[in-house]
């Protein structure tokens, strides 16, 4: 998990198997379960636009369960309605 | 029978067929039972009716691994032992305690709950405590499991009655035992000390109670004296030692008033606890778990609101609407949790000794990869069960997800010490059989929580108790049949 580099990542939903996101770039869907884990910075948890850097992960493979509940990195415990 | 030396213990005729080291609530539950058996006992206490400073020094030890409490403040050296600063936590080990765990290496206990069951309503009764309510699922992952509080029962205070009555519990007080002396399979004397003079107590069985680093400091130095005639087999002497840490998981939002139930002073409480489902799913150890009211920081509350709204909107906002703000609440939620058993957390002998010349403790103590794991998905499933049930959000504290170093400004520990002489079906990897007797000697018994394999998350004074008491009847009638 390093700094934000090129290109970036954004939520685009959350879903059964975790939480899907897609390049700025491109429209097309990536799902980061692939990927690992993914990082979610602090100062970005702003009301669904959150911007992850490439290679960020969830942490510990949390989302990576089919659940509709989320570890955020900054601790919280979230479900996909909050 | 409370007698004033050993030549007056010689002198009334007495003549006790077991010998208990140690006046805790191990050693007076055992004596307790021993007189329901008509057995007549001796119970043999270090201190005094009163704990002194100068008696406590005894107690100091060097800590080696992660911060811990001061081991001469973590134990009291005086009759009823450590049960007159005991907290009064009362819960039985789950079954699944005793169980192997692939999972979890060293798990297993040669016993099952089932052995320990009919000593609960006996150990009810000691502890005065009520009757013990099965856990009740919250969800799937988390349980609400039932802790109840003893007054709590200071064993020196409330049972002093009974063994100065007693006509078969002899009592010496101020009367440390030094070691124990071997003969062939069997330990044929006590050497203790009384005043400035050593002398030799002959025993017929005897039963080391001294608590849960003593009972292995007294057998290492027995052993080390007598050239390994004690503890025969030593390979898991002193090892495998555990505590229950406790630590601060994480802050919740959650509604005013929620947390409180935890802060009552009622005599039976519910906490969280994973399920038996969770451990075995997620490979983690026991624990139990609960809410404790932040103290007097109102910009806690603020704060924690504050990113509830930014991480959580469309909940936080829902909460404020149904409930207002001077609804809401912040908690930290704290929990007392499993440690793995591992042979390298131990007790050893330091260079250094007492003022009786007895060796100080080291102990080696440090939470691993398997703690930190159960910490922080125990706290995740926690969440998940808050959400569930619509109760609150939790964070997570950062140090259970990024390997950073645990807490230094938590409880820590439980001053719960378990295991070092622990009860295993195997010499290789226990002191004790199922009957808490030493292996390959006759009349050497253990009691205490230093027999314990795994300690759950239980607090241990209740299991203590109750393996004290199936101690007692094994002993009466083995007694008996001599």
Redesign the interface.
């Known amino acids: 998990v390093g700094e934000s580099v090129q290109p970036t990542y954004r939520i685009d939903a959350f879903h059964e198997g975790g939480v899907r996101v897609k390049t700025t770039d491109s429209p097309q869907a990536v799902n980061v379960l692939s990927q690992g884990d993914v990082h979610v910075r602090r100062r970005s948890l702003l009301r669904g636009l959150t911007l992850l850097p490439i290679g960020s992960v969830v942490v510990s493979g949390w989302w990576i369960k089919p659940s509709p509940v989320a570890v955020l990195r900054n601790g919280w415990v979230l479900s996909k309605d909050d | 029978m409370l007698f004033g030396s050993v030549d007056e213990l010689v002198r009334s005729g007495f003549r006790p067929r077991v010998c208990i080291v140690g006046t805790g609530p191990a050693g007076i539950s055992l004596a307790l039972r021993l007189q329901e058996r008509k057995v007549p006992c001796l119970l043999v206490e270090a201190g005094g009716f009163e704990f002194s400073q100068t008696s406590q020094e005894v107690y100091r030890g060097e800590v080696i691994g992660d911060r811990y409490h001061k081991l001469h403040e973590a134990r009291l050296r005086q009759f009823g032992g450590t049960s007159g600063h005991w907290s009064g936590w009362v819960c039985p080990l789950d079954a699944s305690d005793f169980e192997p765990r692939p999972h979890m290496p060293y798990s297993g206990w040669p016993i099952r709950s089932s052995d320990l069951e009919p000593y609960s309503i006996a150990a009810d009764q000691l502890l005065q405590v009520k009757a013990h309510m099965p856990d009740r699922p919250m969800t799937q992952d988390i349980d609400y499991i039932q802790y109840r509080f003893s007054p709590p029962t200071r064993f020196g205070t409330v049972y002093r009655p009974a063994v100065e009555q007693s006509t078969t519990i002899g009592l010496l007080l101020n009367t440390p035992v030094l070691e124990l002396v071997p003969g062939k399979g069997r330990i044929e004397s006590v050497k203790v000390l009384q005043g400035s003079s050593a002398t030799d107590i002959r025993v017929d069985q005897v039963c080391v109670c001294t608590g849960g680093i003593e009972n292995s400091r007294l057998l290492l130095w027995s052993n080390a004296r007598h050239a390994g005639a004690v503890v025969p087999h030593a390979a898991a002497l002193g090892r495998y030692w555990m505590e229950h840490p406790v630590h601060v998981l ?1 802050d919740v939002a959650t509604l005013r008033g929620y947390e409180m139930q935890f802060e009552s002073s009622t005599p039976e409480k519910w906490y969280f606890a994973p399920s038996d489902r969770a451990k075995k799913t997620y490979s983690i150890g026991g624990a139990h778990i609960w809410m404790r009211a932040h103290a007097n920081d109102p910009s806690y509350i603020k704060e924690l609101w504050h ?2 709204l ?7 906002n829902r909460m404020l609407k149904r409930f207002g703000k001077e609804y809401h609440c912040g908690a930290l939620v704290q929990t007392e949790f499993e440690q793995f058993p591992r042979p390298e957390n131990r007790i050893e002998l330091d260079h250094r000794t007492d003022a009786l010349g007895v060796p100080l403790s080291k102990l080696f103590w440090k939470k691993a990869d398997s703690e930190r794991k159960t910490a ?1 998905t125990m ?2 499933l926690l ?2 069960a ?2 569930s049930k619509d109760i609150g ?6 140090y ?2 990024d390997g950073s170093e645990w807490p230094t400004g938590d409880q820590g520990g439980g001053w719960h010490h378990m295991g070092g002489t622990r009860m295993s079906d195997s010499p290789a990897t226990g002191v004790v059989d199922k009957n808490c007797k030493v292996f390959s000697m006759d009349n050497l018994y253990v009691g205490g929580s230093s027999v314990f394999a795994t300690g759950g998350h239980a607090s241990p004074t209740y299991n203590i108790v109750k393996l004290a008491l199936r101690l007692g009847d094994h002993l009466a009638t083995k007694l008996s049949a001599t």
């Open positions: 994480a990113e509830a930014c991480v959580a909107p469309e909940w936080s922080a706290t995740r969440g998940e808050l959400i959000r939790l964070r997570m504290r950062n259970l997800t």
